[in-house]
Nanobody
Framework: QVQLVESGGGLVQPGGSLRLSCAASGSISSINVMGWYRQAPGKQRELVANIARGGVTVYADSVKGRFTISRDNAKNTIYLQMNSLQPGDTAVYYC??????????WGQGTQVTVSS
């Protein structure tokens, strides 16, 4: 089993920044890719960004140039630095870990609200 715990969400004004953190524990040696998804009210959950064990990153077009995903292997933690936040970024953000057999693990989610 893998446990994922997110932190760092909150309320921010348009143009502001937030950093999300996700700490992993448990059978993390099996995790191949970690990332962030988000789900806005009435919408499907969508990929924001992910980072593979080797460091390759993937970003949604809507966040390219504004968000940066990174990982600290010593702390078993990934981060999502979000800059130039827009109201359209408002959503619950979920940390995801996918193992070598494509099983997904999810965190509990953290709310990000962008509003003036």
């Amino acid at each position: 089993q893998v446990q994922l715990v997110e932190s760092g969400g909150g309320l921010v004004q348009p143009g502001g920044s937030l950093r999300l953190s996700c700490a992993a524990s448990g059978s993390i040696s099996s995790i191949n890719v970690m990332g962030w998804y988000r789900q806005a009210p009435g919408k499907q959950r969508e990929l924001v960004a992910n980072i593979a064990r080797g460091g390759v990153t993937v970003y949604a077009d809507s966040v390219k140039g504004r968000f940066t995903i990174s990982r600290d292997n010593a702390k078993n933690t990934i981060y999502l630095q979000m800059n130039s936040l827009q109201p359209g970024d408002t959503a619950v953000y979920y940390c995801n870990g996918r193992n070598l057999w494509s099983r997904d693990y999810w965190g509990q989610g953290t709310q990000v609200t962008v509003s003036s």
